[in-house]
C-alpha cells in the first residue's frame, strides 16, 4: 500500500526565501506524480505534473523534480510570496490505474 | 471554460439525516472522481467514474453511501443515514479518459451535528 510523507508539515518563512518541500513515497511504481496547491476552505490547484520518465518540471517560480527510484519528489519555490501562502500536496499515481494516494501536506506561510 | 462545480458549498444536517450532493465536472472530462478530505489530511478517494461507470469504488462506505452518474456528466454523491465522523469536505474533480491532470472543485464542506 503506498504511503506518502510531506516534509514538513508546516514552514513559515520571511518574504524572498527560496524554499524546499519534500515529498516521500513507499511504492517507487507510479506513473506520474502531481503536486497541488490548496488555499483554505477551497479546492486543489494543480501546479505541476511530473512523468515517471522525467527528472523535473518548471512552471514559473515553482520547480519540482522527482527521483522515483529512492522514492522523492521535491517542489522548489523561488523568490517566496506572501501569496504563495496555502497548503501543498502531493500525490503519486501508481502505476496502472487512475489512482493518486495525496500526502498530508505542507502548510506554508510567507511572511510580507 | 467553467472549472468544476459543486454544491452546495456548505451543508450542516443532523446526525441521521440525509444528505447529497452535486458536481458538474469539465466539458469533455470523462473521468470524475469523488474524494473525502479531513480536516489536516489529503484528500481520500471515494469512487471513480468513467462515463457513466464506476470504475473503482473501493472505498466508498456502501451501507450508508451512494452515488450515481447518469448520462456520464453530472454527478451526485449521497449519505443516509449520516454519521457524526462524516463531517469533512467532499470534493469532486474529473479528468479526460486518458489524460493526467485532474481538476478540483471547490467542494462541500459538511458538518453533521
Known amino acids: 500500500k503506498q504511503e506518502v510523507t510531506q516534509i514538513p508539515a508546516a514552514l513559515s518563512v520571511p518574504e524572498g526565501e527560496n524554499l524546499v518541500l519534500n515529498c516521500s513515497f513507499t511504492d517507487s511504481a507510479i506513473y506520474n506524480l502531481q503536486w497541488f496547491r490548496q488555499d483554505p476552505g477551497k479546492g486543489l490547484t494543480s501546479l505541476l505534473l511530473?512523468?515517471?520518465?522525467?527528472r523535473e518540471q518548471t512552471s514559473g517560480r515553482l520547480n519540482a523534480s522527482l527521483d522515483k527510484s529512492s522514492g522523492r519528489s521535491t517542489l522548489y519555490i523561488a523568490a517566496s510570496q506572501p501569496g504563495d501562502s496555502a497548503t501543498y500536496l502531493c500525490?503519486?499515481?501508481?502505476?496502472?490505474?487512475?489512482?493518486?494516494?495525496f500526502g498530508t501536506g505542507t502548510r506554508l506561510k510567507v511572511l510580507a | 471554460e467553467a472549472g468544476v462545480v459543486q454544491s452546495p458549498r456548505y451543508k450542516i444536517i443532523e446526525k441521521k439525516q440525509p444528505v447529497a450532493f452535486w458536481c458538474n465536472p469539465i466539458?469533455?472530462?470523462?473521468?470524475l472522481y469523488w474524494y473525502l478530505q479531513n480536516l489536516g489530511q489529503g484528500p481520500e478517494l471515494l469512487i471513480r467514474?468513467?462515463?457513466?461507470?464506476?470504475?473503482?469504488d473501493s472505498q466508498l462506505p456502501k451501507d450508508r453511501f451512494s452515488a450515481e452518474r447518469l448520462k456520464g456528466v453530472d454527478s451526485t454523491l449521497k449519505i443516509q443515514p449520516a454519521e457524526l465522523g462524516d463531517s469533512a469536505v467532499y470534493l469532486c474533480a474529473s479528468s479526460l479518459l486518458d489524460g493526467n491532470e485532474q481538476f478540483f472543485g471547490p467542494g462541500t464542506r459538511l458538518t453533521v451535528l
Open positions: 467514474y468513467e462515463n457513466e461507470e464506476a470504475v473503482d
Open positions: 466539458s469533455g472530462h470523462n473521468t
Open positions: 500525490a503519486p499515481r501508481h502505476a496502472g490505474t487512475y489512482k493518486y494516494i
Open positions: 511530473i512523468q515517471s520518465s522525467q
